[in-house]
């Protein structure tokens, strides 16, 4: 087990490493960063292994020669769409004869929570205990070294979709990283841009990157929706791309140059040269024409994630606000006052508190690496595959990596 933690956040436009470690005071410091632009992802999910694995390595080297350590495990993320939180209960009796309850019996109480029938597809990531109750008393956060008959727990199981999480693992495995933890994009993201009394009261994520936006609502500082919209940042691109007939390349260097997502805060008279496909002269457009685009797509995220709320009467759970991360939003001027007139409700920019990383395009990376502190994982992913952990030079070895993986939960199995 490395003294480190490390994160690998696979995002459709980029695979970014980051490796922190705990200090003499306690405090979580971020030593390594490392960024490769990765075209293996789609969507945020792994479509190429290869390419995948070639990025994280890349990425890897940067974060490593920075933070002057070698590190072999990581945990890391998977799409909001692409994994779900069902809630269970398990219930056992209480077996020592002085009916004091001790580890044993928790882990009962919550392998017998994780007792499921799922469809073939799909597979436990994670179990999260809400709540224990003892002879019908709930609220309680830690039943051990307490007396009682009955044993209850409330437990959030998160399942994601086979496919995503063997070829997730794979692509580390390949550069002999082990695996330690898969966390859904939702749990990484609001653990690093929202404290614990917004989730408690109620708070609306929205997290804007590449290829998809996912947003997600915390209550009672529980995850109680979430669910992502297939457009992003590209399609901001893009179509500012076909709108103004310039190349992606071009349409992505005005987007982050000149981009504002409000058009009441641009300017009409501001003008910006482009270079239209097919015309030898460089033309004048004007930043409001820019900022046209950009919010015509931008409100339209924001719009179907307005009517999915309304349709699921999670408006009124919503008492604090929205805050807005992710690349795809996080750096436009007016990206607020869009939100904040199509939600109706106080908005706030979201991005990670540590000191080199505290970018909207960190915030999934940060989360991963606060969340698996906060969540004290108390199991992990046995890869069959592991044993070319070290090996980090045989990305491109044909290494018969199976990935056929179970999981074993340490302390219930
Ligand atoms: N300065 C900027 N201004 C505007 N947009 C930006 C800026 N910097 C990055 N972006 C956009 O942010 C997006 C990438 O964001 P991010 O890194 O959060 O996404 P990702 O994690 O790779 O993708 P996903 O989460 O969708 O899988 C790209 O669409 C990029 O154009
Ligand atoms: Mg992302």
Redesign the pocket.
């Known amino acids: 087990m490395d003294e480190y933690i490390t994160s690998i956040?696979?995002?459709?436009?980029?695979v970014c490493v980051i490796i922190s470690e705990i200090d003499q005071t306690g405090q979580l410091q971020i030593i390594g960063v490392g960024v490769c632009p990765c075209e293996g992802?789609k969507?945020?999910v792994v479509v190429d292994i290869e390419s995948t694995s070639r990025a994280i390595l890349y990425a890897l080297e940067q974060a490593e020669n920075m933070a002057n350590v070698e590190v072999n495990t990581a945990y890391v993320n998977i799409?909001g769409g692409y994994s779900k939180v069902i809630r269970n209960k398990g219930i056992i009796a209480v077996s020592g004869e002085d009916k004091e309850i001790d580890s044993d019996d928790v882990k009962r109480v919550l392998n017998s929570a994780a007792i499921l029938s799922l469809p073939q597809d799909q597979q436990i990531i994670d179990i999260i205990p809400t709540q224990y109750i003892i002879d019908g008393y709930d609220e309680i956060k830690d039943p051990v070294g307490m007396v009682g008959i009955r044993l209850e727990a409330d437990v959030d199981i998160v399942i994601g979709s086979t496919t995503t999480i063997l070829n997730t693992v794979k692509s580390a495995n390949e550069v002999g990283m082990e695996v330690l933890g898969i966390i859904p994009?939702p749990f990484a993201a609001s653990e690093s841009v929202s404290n614990r009394d917004e989730r408690g009261l109620g708070v609306l994520i929205i997290?804007?990157?590449?290829?998809?936006?996912?947003f997600s609502v915390f209550k009672n500082d529980k995850l109680i929706y979430n669910d992502l919209v297939p457009i992003?940042?590209?399609h901001?691109?893009n179509d500012i791309s076909v709108g103004l007939r310039i190349s992606f390349n071009e349409s992505?260097k005005i987007?982050?140059k000149f981009?504002i997502a409000y058009t009441p805060l641009a300017s009409d008279e501001k003008m910006l040269k482009v270079n239209p496909i097919g015309i030898d002269e460089k033309i004048n457009i004007s930043e409001v024409q820019l900022s046209k685009i950009i919010e015509a797509r931008l409100g339209e995220i924001f719009e179907i994630i307005n009517e999915e709320l309304i349709k699921n009467d999670l408006k009124e759970e919503i008492l604090t606000g929205v805050v807005l991360t992710?690349?795809?939003v996080g750096?436009?001027p007016g990206s607020k006052e869009l939100a904040k007139e199509i939600f109706n409700l106080p908005v706030r920019i979201g991005k990670p508190k540590f000191i080199g990383i505290d970018e909207?395009?960190y915030?999934?990376g940060a989360g991963l690496i606060s969340y698996s502190l906060e969540r004290k994982f108390n199991y992990y992913i046995e890869c069959n595959d592991v044993e070319v952990k070290k090996s980090k030079s045989k990305k491109n070895s044909g290494n018969s990596i199976t990935s056929f993986f179970r999981r074993i939960w340490d302390e219930y199995f």
């Not at 956040?9 to 980029?14: F, I, M, V």
């Not at 997290?207 to 996912?214: E, N, P, V």
């Open positions: 956040d696979l995002g459709t436009s980029k992802i969507k945020g799409p994009e997290d804007i990157g590449a290829g998809t936006s996912d992003a940042g590209n901001i691109t992505e987007k982050r981009g992710g690349g795809g750096y436009f909207p395009i915030s999934s």
